[in-house]
């Protein structure tokens, strides 16, 4: 710490009583007093004389009053800072450092002890100590500027507060490499730096500064409105990062608040709290990056339990959502604030719409003055961004899947917004729609539809498909679709040709024509959605899928010499069989299943549902065609 020692003579200050009578010790008895606050000071009048001019004018009128005794109530510093103004008109020893300076300072301005007044007086040397050695100091302008909060009117106007704020602005922007002070003023010193061996020292020198953020843990000493006006000044120098800016803010609301990083705060002033908050929020820069996703986490948490203004919680939102890949799926695990949900999915939900609505910007430019291009980027995100967010949402809905209060329309709404995403698999997808039918069993077989039809039964891998051709809470529609699937991957890659378009035969066997996924699919009857296979349905169904993979191969491997033929043939012959299976015996299992609680009557034919149904897709191969995705 810096420090400078002013007169030369010994300090001669006394007091008496409980230090409420302060007085000289000297040959010549004191001619005047001087009341401060509740301290009586006992001085003599020619020294304050030749270096004050407010003492000129104090003592000119309580002569003319016939009075030795002088109030002063408003002096900034209160009589300590008196006591310094007045040793330093003594010619005593006076020694000022980062704590009193600035009380000094102020004192030395409410006594106009100015140049004017006599050449080198205090103002001056007060003056010059700031500018050469306190605001040289990293650690000594960082305890002016908390010193200036009690004095803060008289600090302002003298420019001690902006000083300090500059320079503590300008030392956080330097190259690091140019930092020689130490980087944490309140650390224990190591046990090299208390050394005066050579070797120790060469040591020291070689330490490095931690890069950039070296300046963040020391500034988190200022109170919040310091604080904001400093990390303005740093901002606005533009030579410290935005990552730097977000980790300094993220240390300050650990610091300040207890609890903060565990995203509930513990105690504390409410008021004080919600200030706080929203003072980071004004501070933190609005380019993407610029914060980690976990602390404006920690931010919205707490902005919850805070019950702060909608205003703040969509700021936080909003931020949220335009740097949603960066997160985990814990980072996503909100408690509701009320009623009986477990997790608050309604802010989750929102969080995701921001990040679709990142999706959907549209960039205009204007070329001419009255002439614009409307240019429209192929998305504001990159689909390596879209399949992280896919993959966190799948995982997030096999953590809400288990909350039995968790509507249907809520899982389905939330799976809905990232359905265009790019997966690698819909395995995860998988597993918490299998989680949400297994905690809710009592759901309505629409219901059971609607959440079935979000998952792409073709994007499941094999042990995805191994489990799902043996679940007995899916529909039956749904495992045969898998089944079929499967029957066709293993088809199609044996016969060399990793993206196949397969023929029409094999394109209308899907339910309802579709080609992908089963959320798009249009049902050629109810009865094929809302029946639920037994186990020994599957196992029929999987022994008759697997006799037609081997009736397949067959036919490929007798068929060797024209590839594309063989492939056609075995296409047709198994689509052919899959038709026949699926009208004569997957079908009327479904229709008998129901028969006795469902009532189907038709005034147009006589036939059989099943094959009514088989003929109905016969007679209409325009729609298959028309549903499909080639």
């Keep these: 710490m810096k420090f400078m020692k002013l007169g030369s003579k010994p300090d001669s200050f006394q007091s008496e009583g409980d230090n409420n009578i302060r007085y000289v010790a000297a040959e010549l008895a004191t001619d005047i007093v001087i009341n401060v606050g509740n301290v009586k000071f006992h001085l003599h009048k020619f020294p304050l004389l030749s270096k004050s001019a407010r003492f000129q004018k104090l003592i000119t009128n309580s002569n003319e009053e016939n009075n030795d005794e002088v109030h002063i109530h408003d002096i900034p510093g209160g009589s300590a800072a008196f006591e310094i103004c007045t040793k330093f008109c003594y010619g005593m020893t006076v020694t000022l450092n980062a704590y009193n300076v600035v009380a000094a300072r102020c004192a030395a301005e409410y006594l106009e002890m100015y140049e004017t007044v006599e ?31 009690s004095l803060l009117k008289w600090s302002e106007e003298l420019k ?48 490095l500064v931690p890069k950039d953020w070296w300046w963040v843990e020391d500034l988190c000493e200022l109170q919040l409105d310091l604080y904001e006006r400093v990390i303005t000044a740093i901002i606005e120098k ?12 993220n240390a300050y609301a650990s610091r300040r608040m207890p609890g903060f990083n565990k995203g509930e705060i513990q105690g504390g002033d409410i008021v004080k709290n919600r200030l706080l908050l929203e003072t980071i929020l004004r501070i933190l820069p609005v380019d993407m990056g610029i914060a980690s996703f976990s602390f404006l986490v920690k931010l919205l948490r707490v902005a919850i339990q805070l019950e702060c203004e909608e205003l703040e919680r969509s700021e936080l939102i909003r931020r ?115 989680m949400y039918l297994k905690e809710h069993p009592g759901i309505s077989k629409s219901e059971r539809k609607r959440i079935c039809r ?12 191994m489990h799902a051709v043996q679940n007995e ?31 029409g035969s094999l394109r209308s066997f899907l339910p309802g024509g579709s080609h992908g996924s ?24 999987k022994g008759e899928v697997d006799a037609l993979k081997l009736s397949g191969g067959t036919g490929r491997a007798s068929s060797g010499k024209d590839n594309n033929s063989g492939k056609g043939n075995a296409d047709n012959i198994a689509a052919s069989k899959m038709k026949g299976f699926m009208s004569k015996k997957i079908l009327s299992k479904i229709w008998s299943s129901k028969e006795k609680s469902v009532d189907i009557s038709s005034s147009d034919t006589s036939e059989s549902p099943a094959s009514t149904v088989v003929e109905e897709t016969k007679s209409t191969p325009a729609r298959s065609r028309r549903h499909s995705v080639s």
């Excluded at 809470?473 to 990793?498: A, D, H, W």
Aim: net charge negative; charged share 25%.
């Design 119 to 149: 050449k080198g007086n205090l103002i001056y040397k007060i003056e010059v100590f700031l500018n050469s050695s306190i605001f040289r100091s990293w650690k000594d302008s960082i305890i002016v500027l908390q010193t200036t909060k």
């Design 320 to 434: 949220i959502g335009m740097c949603l890949e960066e997160a985990k799926v814990s980072d996503l695990l909100i408690c509701a604030p009320v009623g009986d949900a477990i997790l608050d999915v309604d802010i989750v939900q929102r969080i995701v719409e921001e990040f679709v609505a990142c999706d959907q910007q549209v960039q205009t430019d204007s070329l001419l003055e009255d002439e614009f291009q409307e240019i429209r980027s192929p998305g504001m995100v990159s689909d390596p961004s879209k399949a992280k967010v896919a993959k966190l949402v799948d995982g997030y809905l096999a953590e809400i899947a288990c909350d039995p209060n968790l509507p249907v329309a809520k899982f389905v709404n939330l799976a809905e917004l990232v359905s265009s995403f790019p997966r690698a698999s819909h395995d995860g997808l998988y597993r918490a729609i299998d």
């Design 518 to 541: 089963s959320r798009s699919t249009i049902t050629n009857t109810e009865e094929e959605w809302d029946a639920v296979g037994t186990m020994e349905d599957i196992k029929s169904l």
């Design 238 to 249: 533009g030579n410290v990062s935005g990552a730097v800016i977000g980790e300094a803010l």
């Design 473 to 503: 809470r899916l529909p039956m529609r749904v495992v045969v679709q898998v089944l079929f699937f499967e029957q066709l991957r293993t088809t199609t890659s044996s016969g060399g040709n990793s993206t196949p378009d397969h023929p």
């Design 160 to 207: 001690v507060v902006s000083h300090g704020i500059d320079s503590i602005a300008t030392k956080a922007s330097l190259d690091t490499s140019k930092v020689e002070w130490s980087y944490t003023y309140n650390r224990k010193k190591l046990p090299s730096e208390n050394s005066n061996d050579p070797q120790s020292n060469n040591a020291r020198k070689q330490q």
């Design 454 to 465: 979000l998952m792409n039964c073709r994007s499941l891998s094999a042990e995805a498909c």
